[in-house]
C-alpha cells in the first residue's frame, strides 16, 4: 500500500533533522520545512502501519486553519509548496501544550470516571457525564515529552518550575481561547462542535507565535451538533471527527501503549477504512472536496520542494 512511512533526505543548508512522532522536520538556519508524513501515532505511540494520505489532509487542514486564525495570532508558516510539506519560521517552542475543552470527553472524561475532580489544577463540577458541555471552556496544559507520554500540568505547577514565564503564559492563555473561539464558530458553520483542541506556541525574535497544526483531527476532536443534544440525553456516544475511532479500536484489542502490550495487527482492510476516514475528516471539517495527490515519485517531489526554497 503506497504511504509515506518516513523521509531521510540530506540538504546541503540543514543544520540537522528531527524524526517526530508522524513528521520529519529539517533545520535550516532560521527556518524549518516539515513533511506530514503518513505514520499514525495513538496513546503517544507511532503504529507499525502508515495511513495513505493521511499526512496530506493534516498539512492542508492546519495550512486552511493558520490561514484563518493568522489575525489571531502570528504563525510560524511561510509557504506550502507540496501537499506534504511545509515551510516557515524556526521559533524556539514552548515547552509546554496548551490543550483546551469545551466538553468532557476524551482524556478528560477518563479522569473523571476515575474519581478525579481536579485537572491540571482546575476544579470540575460534580454530577457531568460524558460528552457533556463543560460550563465554560478549560485550559488543561500538558508537557511536551520528546519521547513517551506527554503529562498533565497545571499553570502553577509550570510557573513554579519556570517552563514558562508569567509574562509569557498569560499570552499563551489569551491566545488559546481566543483560537478555539475561532475554531468553535467554524466548526458551527460546517455543522460542527469543536470539543478540545491543543495548540503549540513558540518565540521568533522575540515575539510569540502559532507553531505546529491547528485544528486538524489529529489535535482537536469534533462532535457533530445534528443530534448532539439528542443522543446526550439518551446516554448515547456522539458521533465524532477525530482519531479517537482509532484509540477506542486500540482499546477494544487490549493496546493503550503501556509497557508490556503488544499493537494489534492492522489489516489492509482497516488502513484502508481509517485512510478513508481522514479524508471524510477533511472534507467535512473543510468544507472542500479532498484531492488525492498521487505516490509516483512523491519522495522527490517532496525534496525538491524543499531544496527549491531552503537549498
Known sequence: M???????????NATGVYHGKVRDVYFFENKIAIVATDRISAFDVVLDRAIPYKGQVLNQIAEKFLKLTSDVVPNWLESAPSPNVHIGKKCDAFEVEMVIRGYL??????EYKAGKRMLCGVALPEGLKEND???TPIITPSTKAKEGH???ISREEILAQGIVSEEDY????EYTYALFQKGTEFADEQGLILVDTKYEFGKYDGEIYLIDEVHTPDSSRYFYKEG????????????QLSKEFVR???????????????QPNMSDEFVNSVSDRYIELYEKITGEKFEKTSYENRDEEIFNSISTQLG
Do not use: C, M
Not at 470527553?105 to 477518563?110: E, K
Not at 448532539?228 to 458521533?239: H, I, L, V
Not at 486500540?250 to 502490550?261: A, R, T, V
Open 170 to 173: 498569560t499570552r499563551l492563555e
Open 2 to 12: 503506497n504511504a509515506i512511512k518516513s523521509t531521510n533526505f540530506s540538504f546541503e
Open 105 to 110: 470527553a476524551g482524556h478528560a472524561w477518563r
Open 133 to 135: 458541555k463543560l460550563p
Open 150 to 152: 506527554d503529562e498533565d
Open 248 to 262: 477506542q479500536w486500540l482499546i477494544e484489542n487490549n493496546f493503550q501503549g503501556k509497557d508490556g502490550q503488544v
Open 228 to 239: 448532539y443534544a439528542e443522543r446526550q440525553d439518551a446516554n448515547e456516544p456522539q458521533k
